[in-house]
């Protein structure tokens, strides 16, 4: 991290401090997140990750400190511009519920160009291919879509007018398992032939894991550790660390027929009181 | 009752169809004013909401303010009339359009804005693409509610002159014709229950999603808005080129004879000039509301009495008689006014005795009746006896003290005389009953009663503008006789003879046209 250049720095946070009165969410926040990172941010809530990412795009303001988008000290920036700049996506996607899918997705692109229809009309289609959502769908209300193709859909319109970072705050938390793996596997797959810098608040460790290349775990407003997904399992810095990733820790990969075999594995140990019985 | 009220509708199509018409402009003008003001208000407390509490108390003041004193409170600004009228229904309909905004605005899914903002959007635009269509819906229905509540209030406009359906009702009120007051409330409720019915048609059709739905909901909003402004230019041009100086605006009081004298002028003025007459009838309020628009040149001419004129215009003291006319006529001068062509009638308090009574008692004055009074019973309204000027004053005037009095209501007065409940009854002299009762008004020698001659008050800037109108007034002195007016007054509210009928009989019988 030491040797990356500010060119190289998609977002930077310098020393920020937040409090609401008395109360201090976030402490001494240093970090840097270098271009084309996936970085997942998990702690417990009211850790200061939301907080920590509506900073990138003026949402909240520090108390102190300061946050660089670009190398540029986003105090500085017009608000409204940096956000056209960088995708956002919320919790339970929160799509314009008066708008179809089609002018949920050119939201952004129509605010930004007004009069070139041809190229919204266009990467409206594009994106709708890239989040695999069928074409019959632009004419639809979101009150009739399911949940999965609702986030397919915030997906699509945060990165509608393709910007360099995309914000997610825990965009998949209302959404069935299966359908959370094949979103995971969407956005993993967006973020490699992209290249974009994502910023992605979850509280599923697991979730955390599997798509970050980088991963900020936060408790009570303080980071606990920054690193890679195998730096944070192998290494874990504190305690809250360890207690955070111990299943994942003592998860082991073995095959079907093995499972038995191992007397460490769930599988096992019920074999054996049943054995008992 | 419904038989008459349906005839009458029938018969007076035309009358109730303009009324309706003025009904539909007043009140449409102002849902307008109030959806336009109201709305920008209702947004722009939800926008700096430090201004909310403040703004909905004044509003919510506003509209606790009874709508009577409300518009008594408005005609020193604005006069009486139409703009007035919209102004006061303007007034009680902010309230229900700023908190139907405000509600609407502020219950949008706050995650759904902070989306729109975190997305880029300037504050105008979050406003326009996020906001507002997700309070539409909130908005309408606040806007339906309030365009149902201006149709009902409208019934009030007619009490300061202007137009609409309340002129029915307020017309049926004083000439004791039942039918035509149902006839104005019906049409009322008619329209407002059509009103409903069209707007929660558009709601439903505002809740119509996809692109052929959009497409047919843009034509019909034009159409709508097409017919709306057709109705709003209906309702301001005829107005603006009425304001002509060839037009003399007559104003009457909310009383019967008043309908007829009012009816007579415009006819005879019309017919005897080139001159047209604006007719305002039953101004609500009578004097106290007049003759501030006389002054202020709103109206150029009404039928008032003396008494009137010296105790409430002048604010002289003591009771008027006809002795002083001359300084009466003086006081108007300096206001800029004349009283011109006396009708020849008073309208004032009197005294009817049975005429069995008056020939057995020989009674022709209050002073041959204070002899007997001991034997008599006396029949007033409740009003009579609590006045400075009444009963106890009357009594002591003549030294009399009746052996027994009655209080009773307006109506039943002439019904307890001839049933001999009463012996003995306060009357006024054109009351259109008295013209068929089979009783003897007696003569107030000592003039205790304050008189109340009738005649024309007009501006003298009218009358130099245009002084052949002097000639056709002066044409009226001395035509109608008391007897004369009440017989007019009884065919309007008991035969329910239209007032304008009456009138004509009246100048032909008289040769005037």
Redesign the interface.
């Known amino acids: 991290m030491s040797t990356t250049t500010t060119n190289d720095v998609a977002i930077e946070y310098r020393d920020i401090c937040k409090c609401y009165g008395e109360k201090s969410v976030l402490e001494h926040l240093n970090l840097r997140i270098p271009r084309g990172e996936f970085v997942t941010m998990i702690g417990s809530s009211g850790s200061g990750k939301t907080t920590a990412l509506k900073m990138v795009n003026r949402l909240i303001e520090p108390t102190s400190g300061d946050v660089l988008v670009d190398g540029r000290n986003v105090r500085d920036a017009d608000p409204i511009q940096l956000r056209r700049n960088i995708g956002y996506a919320i919790q339970g996607s929160v799509l314009f519920p008066h708008m179809t899918v089609e002018e949920n997705i050119s939201y952004v692109p129509n605010l930004l160009n007004k009069h070139d229809h041809e190229r919204t009309h266009k990467a409206v289609r594009t994106w709708m291919d890239i989040v695999g959502l069928s074409k019959d769908l632009l004419e639809r209300y979101p009150s009739e879509l399911s949940g999965g193709q609702q986030q397919r859909v915030g997906i699509a319109r945060a990165l509608a007018a393709s910007p360099d970072i995309l914000l997610m705050d825990e965009p998949f938390g209302a959404v069935d398992e299966i359908t959370r793996s094949q979103l995971q596997a969407e956005i993993s797959r967006i973020h490699r032939e992209t290249g974009i810098t994502v910023l992605f608040v979850t509280h599923d460790i697991g979730e955390a894991l599997l798509l970050g290349t980088h991963m900020l775990v936060l408790d009570a407003g303080r980071v606990q550790q920054f690193g890679s997904p195998e730096e944070i399992l192998a290494r874990p810095a504190t305690e809250f660390v360890r207690k955070l990733v111990a299943r994942q820790r003592h998860t082991c990969d073995l095959a079907e027929d093995q499972l038995c075999a191992c007397g460490h594995s769930g599988a096992a140990r019920a074999e054996a009181s049943l054995v008992a019985r | 009752m419904l038989a008459q009220t349906w005839d009458l509708l029938v018969q007076r199509w035309d009358f109730f169809w303009g009324l309706l018409l003025e009904h539909m402009e007043i009140c449409l003008v102002a849902v307008l004013i109030a959806i336009v003001f109201g709305g920008i208000a209702g947004i722009l407390i939800s926008e700096y909401q430090k201004a909310a509490k403040p703004t909905l108390a004044v509003v919510n003041f506003l509209y606790t303010i009874p709508s009577i004193s409300m518009l008594g409170f408005l005609i020193p600004f604005s006069g009486v009339g139409d703009a007035t009228a919209i102004i006061a229904l303007t007034v009680y309909a902010l309230l229900p359009m700023v908190r139907s905004t405000y509600t609407g605005m502020t219950n949008v899914?706050p995650?759904?804005m902070?989306?729109?903002?975190?997305?880029?959007?300037?504050r105008m635009?979050t406003l326009v693409?996020?906001q507002l269509?997700?309070a539409l819906p909130v908005i309408m229905s606040g806007i339906r509610n309030m365009a149902t509540m201006t149709i009902a209030l409208g019934g009030i406009a007619s009490f300061i002159g202007a137009g609409g359906l309340g002129v029915a009702i307020y017309r049926g009120i004083t000439t004791n014709n039942a039918a035509m007051t149902v006839a104005g409330s019906l049409l009322i409720a008619v329209l407002a229950l059509v009103v409903d019915a069209i707007l929660g048609f558009v709601e439903k059709r505002m809740r119509v999603?996809?692109?052929k739905a959009h497409r047919t909901n843009r034509r019909l909003a034009i159409g709508a808005a097409a017919t709306c402004a057709a109705v709003a230019l209906g309702a301001t041009v005829p107005g603006m080129l009425a304001g002509t100086s060839d037009t003399i605006h007559v104003a009457t009081k909310p009383m019967t004879e008043q309908y007829v004298m009012g009816e007579a002028l415009k006819m005879l003025i019309e017919h005897d000039t080139n001159l047209k007459v604006e007719l305002t009838e039953g101004v609500g309020g009578g004097t106290s509301n007049i003759e501030p628009a006389m002054e202020s040149g709103q109206f150029d001419l009404y039928p008032e009495y003396t008494g009137t004129g010296w105790a409430m215009v002048l604010k002289n003291e003591g009771a008027y008689s006809e002795d002083e006319f001359d300084q009466l006529q003086a006081g108007y001068q300096n206001l800029g006014m004349s009283w011109v062509g006396m009708y020849g009638f008073g309208n004032t308090y009197g005294i009817a005795v049975r005429k069995d009574v008056a020939e057995k008692y020989n009674l022709k004055t209050y002073s041959d009746m204070a002899r007997v009074a001991d034997q008599l019973t006396l029949g007033a309204e409740a009003d009579f006896f609590e006045r400075e000027d009444g009963y106890d004053a009357l009594c002591n005037t003549y030294g009399m003290s009746f052996g027994n009095t009655m209080q009773m209501d307006i109506g039943l007065k002439y019904d307890a005389l001839a049933q001999g409940s009463v012996d003995a009854i306060v009357i006024f002299t054109t009351d259109g009953k008295l013209s068929t009762a089979d009783a003897t008004v007696l003569t107030d020698d000592k003039g205790f009663f304050p008189s109340y001659q009738c005649g024309n008050v007009v501006r003298d800037q009218v009358l130099q503008q245009h002084p052949e109108l002097r000639g056709v007034l002066e044409k009226l002195q001395g035509t109608i006789s008391e007897q004369d007016m009440a017989r007019m007054n009884y065919e309007v509210e008991e035969e329910g003879k239209d007032p304008k009928t009456v009138a004509e009989e009246f100048l032909r019988s008289k040769g005037l046209i």
């Not at chain 2, 902070?114 to 300037?122: K, P, V």
């Open positions: 899914d995650a759904v902070e989306a729109a903002r975190g997305m880029g959007g300037t635009q693409r996020v269509p997700l999603r996809g692109a």
